[in-house]
């Protein structure tokens, strides 16, 4: 089983930019998609952003054009670079793994990364 930890978050002033980083613990090559969840207090997760194959992406709409996730598979890592940050960005967020298409609930997953946007 894939084990994945994520790393980059902090506290940004609102308008900047942060890239988180999920380094997997072996080859990313095969896993079938990864993903950025969310989770701010009082708020349930939701999925910010997931790529599929290596080249396929969906964002949230919240998101779009202001975040990119990307995958390094030689490097065994995944980015979400965050742009024109959004106090309502503020959240726990973490890596996620699927590695045969079942879904990332039944993936591996990192134990998060606090972003703190200030306004």
């Known amino acids: 089983q894939v084990q994945v930890a994520e790393s980059g978050g902090g506290l940004v002033q609102a308008g900047g930019s942060l890239r988180l980083s999920c380094a997997a613990s072996g080859s990313i090559f095969r896993i079938k998609a990864m993903g950025w969840y969310r989770q701010a207090p009082g708020k349930e997760r939701e999925l910010v952003a997931a790529i599929t194959g290596g080249v396929s992406t969906n964002y949230a709409d919240s998101v779009k054009g202001r975040f990119t996730i990307s995958r390094d598979n030689f490097k065994n890592t995944v980015y979400l670079q965050m742009n024109s940050l959004k106090s309502e960005d503020t959240a726990v967020y973490y890596c996620?793994?699927?590695?045969?298409?079942?879904?990332?609930?039944?993936?591996?997953w990192g134990q998060g990364t606090q972003v703190t946007v200030s306004s």
């Open positions: 996620a793994a699927d590695p045969y298409g079942l879904g990332f609930d039944s993936g591996s």
